[in-house]
């Protein structure tokens, strides 16, 4: 298990960009697969990217496809999510999480979990 540490959320107008982090402690956190996740209001929590131990292997829900982008640095242990062209649905709370060695686009497959960020998409 590693902890993790979310910053970046915030207030931004549709048509805007805004980027996340996330950080992970420890130096075995290159070891790890990490996804993002959200969850609006009266919804499930839903899939929204993810990242291999390499950063080489990339995925997105089809709800933000060309829009996201995912990536990592290894050297500072942390994963980023660039997030363009934001749109009103996108409003939710934001999570990453960490899985050991492989992604998932499940959120009960990962162990460690950020304490999550607001994204409010205002038009």
């Known amino acids: 298990q590693v902890q993790l540490v979310e910053s970046g959320g915030g207030l931004v107008q549709a048509g805007g960009s805004l980027r996340l982090s996330c950080r992970g402690s420890?130096?075995?956190?290159?070891?790890?697969?990490v996804g993002w996740f959200r969850q609006a209001p009266g919804k499930e929590r839903e899939f929204v990217s993810r990242?291999?131990?390499?950063?080489?292997?990339?995925d997105y829900a089809d709800a933000v496809k060309g829009r996201f982008t995912i990536s990592r640095d290894l050297a500072k242990n942390t994963v980023f999510l660039q997030m363009n062209n934001l749109k009103n649905e996108d409003t939710a709370v934001y999570y990453c999480?960490?899985?050991?060695?492989?992604?998932?686009?499940?959120?009960?497959?990962?162990?460690?979990w950020g304490q999550g960020t607001q994204i409010t998409v205002s038009s």
């Open positions: 420890g130096r075995t956190f290159v070891n790890y697969a």
């Open positions: 999480a960490a899985r050991y060695r492989y992604t998932s686009a499940e959120a009960d497959k990962y162990s460690s």
């Open positions: 990242i291999d131990l390499s950063g080489r292997a990339r």
